[in-house]
């Protein structure tokens, strides 16, 4: 009797002590993506693509950032054909610009909060809801372009475990993770700056719709 109490202790113990490490890896992965909303930096990704089949593709993703609005660039080449694209966000909401190979200019999509509500908190608080419903565990961490990654297992979000690094700063340092489909996509920082003194986070064409989100 005496046995089986030890045990049934022992193992409550241990499972307290797992559950208390992955509240502690979700606390630290909450803050340290909620850092990002203070941090002005420019940083440029390798991105690998890899499909079920093992086709792979290349491309280059730059992402600057001043505060809560942030400028992400990156351009596509598959099949012959080449899919430039920019996405900004802000408190004031989210814009889409996208051109081809047979376009001058980019074509942007604004969308926007009907109550005038800064879109970027709203989308940080979803995004926490999110977590609160992942298995997160930390692993051991990354050092990329001069930048030091905590990084963390999560799953829960459909597909295969990923793995997500970030700066102290809330600064992506790497990234895996494959879909259900077997695409599986790898991001690795290989250049940052936090010098953005002359970098444009505008839009850089012509707004071609606009949508008010609820």
Do not use: W
């Not at 850092?35 to 390798?46: G, L, P, R």
């Not at 086709?55 to 430039?84: P, Q």
């Amino acid at each position: 009797m005496k046995k089986i109490i030890f045990f049934a202790l022992f193992s409550l113990i241990i499972l307290l002590a797992c559950k208390s490490s992955e509240e502690k890896a979700k606390d630290e992965y909450k803050s340290l993506t909620k850092s990002a909303d203070s941090a002005s930096y420019v940083a440029k990704y390798d991105v690998t693509i890899t499909t079920n089949n093992g086709m792979k593709a290349s491309t280059e993703l730059i992402t600057a950032r001043r505060e809560k609005t942030s400028k992400t660039i990156t351009s596509i080449n598959a099949g012959g054909h080449t899919l430039s694209q920019t996405t900004i966000v802000s408190p004031e909401g989210m814009t889409v610009c996208g051109k081809n190979e047979t376009m001058t200019d980019f074509e942007c999509y604004s969308s926007t909060m009907q109550d005038k509500s800064d879109f970027t908190e709203r989308a940080r608080k979803l995004n926490e809801v999110i977590i609160d419903k992942l298995k997160i565990t930390k692993k051991e961490s990354r050092t990329l372009a001069g930048q030091e990654g905590s990084c963390f297992i999560i799953t829960g979000v459909g597909g295969e475990p990923s793995e997500h690094c970030y700066s102290k700063d809330g600064v992506i340092v790497y990234n895996k993770q494959k879909d259900k489909r077997g695409i599986e996509t790898e991001m690795q920082l290989k250049e940052f700056s936090k010098d953005i003194i002359n970098v444009d986070l505008g839009v850089p064409g012509k707004i071609v719709s606009k949508i008010e989100m609820k």
